[in-house]
């Protein structure tokens, strides 16, 4: 069974900064693609980022400029560096990875980033 555990989320202020991690339990050197999806309440999840086998890189415009995903192969680990965090930017963040197009996604169980004063 593939795990996928995510980190550091936490309660910011505006204008501040978090990095979240996603760590899985295999390998993601021939991955596919793996991303960061986010849900705030009462709203639908949405995606926020991506990052492919070939390190091409998607965001959703609401992001753009303002976090960065990158992969570290050796520790089978992505990350989302998010800056200028503003209160819209609340929710609870979920991590995805897919090892081949057209099969199941495996999903982290979620961690909430709070971006208040």
């Known amino acids: 069974q593939v795990q996928l555990v995510e980190s550091g989320g936490g309660l910011v202020q505006p204008g501040g900064s978090l990095r979240l991690s996603c760590a899985t339990s295999q390998s993601i050197f021939d991955i596919y693609l793996m991303g960061w999806y986010r849900q705030a309440p009462e709203k639908q999840r949405e995606l926020v980022a991506t990052?492919?086998?070939?390190?091409?890189?998607t965001y959703a415009d609401s992001v753009k400029g303002r976090f960065t995903i990158f992969r570290n192969n050796a520790w089978d680990t992505i990350y989302l560096q998010m800056n200028s965090l503003a209160p819209e930017d609340t929710g609870v963040y979920y991590c995805?990875?897919?090892?081949?197009?057209?099969?199941?996604?495996?999903w982290g169980q979620g961690t909430q980033v709070t971006v208040s004063s």
């Open positions: 995805y990875a897919n090892w081949a197009s057209g099969s199941r996604p495996y």
């Open positions: 990052i492919s086998k070939g390190g091409t890189t």
